[in-house]
C-alpha cells in the first residue's frame, strides 16, 4: 500500500523559511516522479516543484524558481521541500503526490497523494 506522508507545515513571516518533509513508503522500485502541488483557498492545485526519484533531476515552477528547493533522499525514501524568502501568496495547502508513468504537470495524473500540511505565510 501506497503511503505518502506530508510534514513542516506550519506559520511563518514573510521572508522566513519552512522545510517540508515527505515520507514515502510502499512505492516499490521505480517510483518516478514526486512533486510537491500547493492549493489555496478558490485556487486551482497548482505544481510548485517535482524531482525524478531515478536521475535526481528537478523542475520549478516560475513562481517559486529561486526560493524553493525540492531533493530526496533516497535511503530515508523522503523527499523535502525547502521554501525560502516565503511570501504571503505562498499560503496554501501543500501537498506530495507520486506518479508512476508520468512526469509532467498535470495533478490528474499522479495516482498517489497525501493528506497535505498547511503552510501560512504572515505579512
Known amino acids: 500500500q501506497v503511503r505518502l506522508v506530508e510534514s513542516g507545515g506550519g506559520l511563518v513571516q514573510a521572508g522566513g523559511s519552512l522545510r517540508l518533509s515527505c515520507a514515502a513508503s510502499?512505492?516499490?522500485?521505480?517510483?518516478?516522479?514526486v512533486g510537491w502541488f500547493r492549493q489555496a483557498p478558490g485556487k486551482e492545485r497548482e505544481l510548485t516543484a517535482k524531482?525524478?526519484?531515478?536521475?535526481?533531476?528537478?523542475y520549478s515552477s516560475d513562481s517559486v524558481e529561486g526560493r524553493f528547493t525540492i531533493s530526496r533522499d533516497n535511503a530515508k525514501r523522503t523527499v523535502y521541500l525547502q521554501m525560502n524568502s516565503l511570501k504571503p501568496e505562498d499560503t496554501a495547502v501543500y501537498y506530495c503526490?507520486?506518479?508512476?508513468?508520468?512526469?509532467?504537470?498535470?495533478?490528474?495524473?499522479?495516482?498517489?497523494w497525501g493528506r497535505g500540511t498547511q503552510v501560512t505565510v504572515s505579512s
Open positions: 503526490a507520486a506518479a508512476r508513468s508520468f512526469s509532467g504537470r498535470d495533478p490528474a495524473r499522479y495516482e498517489y
Open positions: 510502499g512505492l516499490g522500485f521505480g517510483v518516478y516522479t
Open positions: 524531482i525524478n526519484w531515478n536521475t535526481g533531476s528537478t
